[in-house]
T-cell receptor, first 113, second 113 residues
Framework: DQQVKQNSPSLSVQEGRISILNCDYT??????FLWYKKYPAEGPTFLIS?????DKNEDGRFTVFLNKSAKHLSLHIVPSQPGDSAVYFC????????????FGEGTQLTVNP | EAGVAQSPRYKIIEKRQSVAFWCNPI?????LYWYQQILGQGPKLLIQ????????DSQLPKDRFSAERLKGVDSTLKIQPAKLEDSAVYLC???????????FGPGTRLTVL
C-alpha cells in the first residue's frame, strides 16, 4: 500500500524556468509533509516542510503548496539552476506516528543549462 | 559540524551470509533511524531508537534483521542470513529529538548475490 506517491519518475526543465514536482497521498491522517533532495552517493538532505494547518510555505527559491482536499502537494523551484539536478523525495508523517516518515518513490529532476 | 557517518559504503555478499553496518550519528542527537531504500523506491523506516531504547521497529523483519544502540550513540544493523531481496541502500539518520529534522548519512549499498 503506497501511501505517498510521486507519479513522475523524472522531470527535465531549462535553467531559469520553474520546476514543479508533484506528490499525492492517500492517508488523511498525514499532518506534516517534507521534501528531501538527494544527490548520487549521498544521503537525502532536508529541503522544506509544511504543516497541514498551512497551505503554503516558502524558503528562498523553494515553495511547497499543500491541497488537503485533493491530498496533493507540490514543490516549486524558481528559478531552477543546474545544481538543483537531483532526486526529490516527498515524505509525510502523522501526529501519532511521530517521526516515522513515509516516503514517495522520488522524482529525478534534471535542469539543463 | 560532522554529519552522520556510515561504514562500509559498499558491501557485496552471497545469500545466506551475514553482514553488519555501522552508524555514528551527529553528536548530541538522541534519535537514530535505520532506513532501507530499494532501487526505485523511497526510503522505508526499519527501526528507530531514542537514546538506547527502541521506539519503533514495526517494519523490521525480525527473523533476520537486528539492530542495537548499546550506549545511546553509535548503532549497528545486522542481517543474518541475507536474502537476494535485501539488496538495497541502508541509510542511517539522526535527529536531536523525535520530532526534529532528520539528517541522513551517505548510506551503505548492499548487494546480495
Amino acid at each position: 500500500d503506497q501511501q505517498v506517491k510521486q507519479n513522475s519518475p523524472s522531470l527535465s526543465v531549462q535553467e531559469g524556468r520553474i520546476s514543479i514536482l508533484n506528490c499525492d497521498y492517500t492517508n488523511s491522517m498525514f499532518d506534516y509533509f517534507l521534501w528531501y533532495k538527494k544527490y548520487p552517493a549521498e544521503g537525502p538532505t532536508f529541503l522544506i516542510s509544511i504543516s497541514s494547518i498551512k497551505d503554503k510555505n516558502e524558503d528562498g527559491r523553494f515553495t511547497v503548496f499543500l491541497n488537503k482536499s485533493a491530498k496533493h502537494l507540490s514543490l516549486h523551484i524558481v528559478p531552477s539552476q543546474p545544481g538543483d539536478s537531483a532526486v526529490y523525495f516527498c515524505a509525510a508523517s502523522t501526529e501519532t506516528s511521530g517521526s516515522r516518515l513515509t516516503f514517495g518513490e522520488g522524482t529525478q529532476l534534471t535542469v539543463n543549462p | 559540524e560532522a554529519g552522520v557517518a556510515q561504514s562500509p559504503r559498499y558491501k557485496i555478499i552471497e545469500k545466506r551470509q551475514s553482514v553488519a553496518f555501522w552508524c555514528n550519528p551527529i553528536s548530541g542527537h538522541a534519535t537514530l533511524y535505520w532506513y532501507q531504500q530499494i532501487l526505485g523506491q523511497g526510503p522505508k523506516l526499519l527501526i528507530q531508537f531514542q537514546n538506547n531504547g527502541v521506539v519503533d521497529d514495526s517494519q523490521l523483519p525480525k527473523d533476520r534483521f537486528s539492530a542495537e544502540r548499546l550506549k545511546g550513540v553509535d548503532s549497528t544493523l545486522k542481517i543474518q542470513p541475507a536474502k537476494l531481496e535485501d539488496s538495497a541502500v541502508y541509510l542511517c539518520a539522526s535527529s536531536l529529538g523525535r520530532l526534529d529534522t532528520q539528517y541522513f548519512g551517505p548510506g551503505t549499498r548492499l548487494t546480495v548475490l
